[in-house]
């Protein structure tokens, strides 16, 4: 499969579950993304891995907990979170930045993710 | 803090006719500005891109033009057609960076 790959695409959860979104990239980078999108609100960049390392934590509640076992695989393991959480996640890769140089971020496809 | 602001929020243009939206950013810490398009059930994708010391660049039937001096860059859509339909977002990139800040996105509806 090429691309990048989210799983699960729809996620229903409680606000005292414990669950965690995947996300996969066939396509060679070393810079990993998690965005959230909210209906009528810009996506808001949560967390960026540049080799393997976190490079960005944007002020995210601790509930949202990232993960990157190496450079083609991320994850966001979720717990307790709050109906103001439901929204869809996007996963991003891309080479890493470099001076004078853009490099485009490829998406997957996103979780929808419910929280009740 | 850094913003980009994106307008209008939504589009209806006839097929043939130009759709234009049009963004504006606040903080010059920016080196590029891409545009990206998003059809429902998909993640955003990248349409074009320009450096702030190009002032046109065209791909097509889409263009950016970009005012350096207003902090302003704008998507031209030439000749709309329905497939063009699909929700755009404008974004910038802090200087050699990893990070996009992203517009609120224009809903765009090309009517055949």
């Known amino acids: 499969e090429t691309g990048v790959t989210q799983t699960p695409r729809h996620l229903v959860m409680g606000m005292t579950n414990k669950k965690s979104l995947k996300c996969e990239q066939h396509l060679g980078h070393n810079a990993m993304y998690w965005y959230k999108q909210s209906a009528k609100k810009p996506l808001e960049l949560m967390f960026v891995?540049?080799?393997?390392?976190?490079?960005e934590n944007n002020s995210v509640p601790s509930r949202f907990s990232p993960e990157c076992p190496n450079s083609s695989h991320l994850f966001l393991h979720l717990h307790t979170l709050q109906p103001e959480d439901s929204a869809l996640y996007l996963c991003a890769s891309s080479p890493v930045a470099s001076s004078g140089t853009f490099y485009e971020q490829y998406f997957g496809p996103g979780t929808r993710l419910t929280v009740t | 803090q850094q913003q980009v602001k994106q307008s209008p929020q939504s589009l209806i243009v006839q097929k043939g006719g130009i759709s234009i939206i049009n963004c504006a950013y606040e903080?010059?810490?920016?080196?590029?500005f891409p545009w990206y398009q998003q059809f429902p059930g998909k993640g955003p994708a990248l349409l074009i891109a320009i450096r702030p010391d190009v002032s046109e660049k065209k791909e097509g039937r889409f263009t950016i033009s970009f005012n350096k001096s207003a902090k302003q860059f704008s998507l031209h859509i030439m000749d709309s057609q329905p497939g063009d339909s699909a929700t755009y977002f404008c974004a910038a990139r802090i200087v050699d960076t990893d990070k996009l800040i992203f517009g609120t996105g224009t809903r765009l509806q090309v009517f055949p």
């Open positions: 891995y540049s080799l393997e390392e976190r490079v």
């Open positions: 903080n010059t810490a920016f080196d590029y």
